[in-house]
């Protein structure tokens, strides 16, 4: 028995419809990795994901890209998405809104500026996205943007939004509120490896994945110390089965 719920809740699905979790993709499915970039396990990721000419996303904790960034340009140069996770991996449910947002806000920085993006340049980009943001339908009670026209669009529009996604998947609703006003889009998922819990073998985490993933699956994994004797057992197997099958693995 898994000790955490290896498919997102249908309910927390209904109850936050925006949160992204899945995509309607033929064949197609979305790898995530939270808590890089490190040099233990994020190079061999990588490679690992060269090798079957797959992408990926990765959720990265602002504090690991300050320690490592040729490693986070390594994510870049081999064409994956990056994402944010802030700063300093918070619990959203243990933490104030204000220093939440200021932890993403602080990690965002961190993923700017290794992407060798200058300050003038995100101050303009922060305008734009300002003045794209006018006119858009709301969730009133969340402050997330209107279900249907969310996932209508998220596909032709997922290069302008940035991702986020909460430590531990903990967040309270006034802080997704406040992420939502600064242009992110929060991204669950739909399938949880369960690759940190060592209280599962790597057979089992095999298994999480195998029996719970289908098309448009969104797939956590962690490229982080904890999780990497599980990923190395089961990342390769995963993409194996899937590219046999005619999967593509895309970044969101």
Same mark, same amino acid.
């Given at each position: 028995?898994?000790?955490?719920?290896?498919?997102?809740?249908f309910?927390?699905?209904?109850?936050? /419809?925006?949160?992204?979790?899945?995509?309607?993709?033929? @064949?197609? +499915?979305?790898?995530?990795?939270?808590? =890089?970039?490190? /040099?233990? &396990?994020? /190079?061999?990721?990588l *490679?690992?994901?060269?090798?079957y000419?797959?992408?990926a996303?990765?959720?990265? &904790?602002?504090?690991? +890209?300050?320690?490592?960034?040729?490693?986070?340009?390594?994510?870049l140069?081999g064409?994956h998405?990056?994402g944010?996770?802030?700063?300093?991996?918070?619990?959203?449910?243990?933490t104030?809104?204000?220093a939440?947002? #200021?932890?993403?806000?602080k990690?965002?920085?961190?993923?700017?500026?290794?992407?060798?993006?200058?300050?003038?340049?995100?101050?303009?980009?922060?305008?734009? $996205?300002?003045?794209?943001?006018? =006119?858009?339908?709301?969730?009133?009670?969340?402050g $997330?943007?209107?279900? %249907?026209?969310a996932?209508? #669009?998220?596909?032709? %529009?997922s290069?302008?939004? @940035?991702?986020?996604?909460? /430590?531990? =998947?903990?967040?309270? #609703?006034? %802080?997704?509120a406040?992420?939502?006003?600064?242009?992110?889009k &929060?991204?669950?998922?739909?399938v949880?490896?369960?690759?940190?819990?060592h209280? +599962?073998?790597?057979e089992?985490?095999? !298994?999480?994945?195998?029996? #719970?993933?289908?098309?448009?699956?969104?797939?956590v994994?962690?490229? !982080? +110390?904890?999780?990497?004797?599980?990923?190395?057992?089961?990342?390769?197997?995963?993409l194996? *089965?899937?590219?046999?099958?005619?999967?593509?693995?895309?970044?969101?």
């Open positions: 028995m898994n000790p955490f719920l290896i498919k997102y809740p309910l927390l699905r209904k109850l936050y /419809p925006n949160r992204l979790t899945r995509l309607e993709a033929e @064949k197609t +499915i979305y790898l995530s990795f939270d808590d =890089g970039p490190i /040099p233990e &396990i994020t /190079p061999w990721v *490679h690992t994901l060269e090798q000419h797959a992408k996303t990765f959720f990265c &904790i602002g504090d690991n +890209i300050r320690k490592n960034p040729k490693i986070f340009q390594q994510i140069k064409g998405r990056v944010n996770h802030t700063f300093n991996h918070l619990n959203g449910w243990k104030k809104t204000d939440y947002v #200021n932890n993403v806000l990690a965002e920085e961190s993923l700017l500026e290794n992407r060798g993006e200058k300050r003038d340049n995100r101050e303009k980009r922060k305008e734009t $996205e300002s003045k794209n943001k006018k =006119g858009k339908t709301r969730n009133h009670e969340t $997330e943007q209107n279900p %249907q026209l996932t209508q #669009n998220f596909q032709s %529009q290069l302008n939004l @940035k991702l986020f996604r909460p /430590p531990y =998947g903990k967040i309270k #609703n006034s %802080q997704a406040e992420l939502v006003k600064q242009h992110y &929060i991204v669950m998922w739909d949880i490896s369960g690759d940190f819990d209280r +599962i073998s790597k089992k985490c095999l !298994s999480n994945v195998l029996k #719970n993933t289908s098309e448009g699956s969104i797939i994994f962690h490229d !982080s +110390i904890k999780a990497s004797e599980h990923l190395k057992y089961v990342l390769p197997k995963v194996k *089965h899937y590219t046999e099958k005619g999967f593509a693995f895309k970044s969101l």
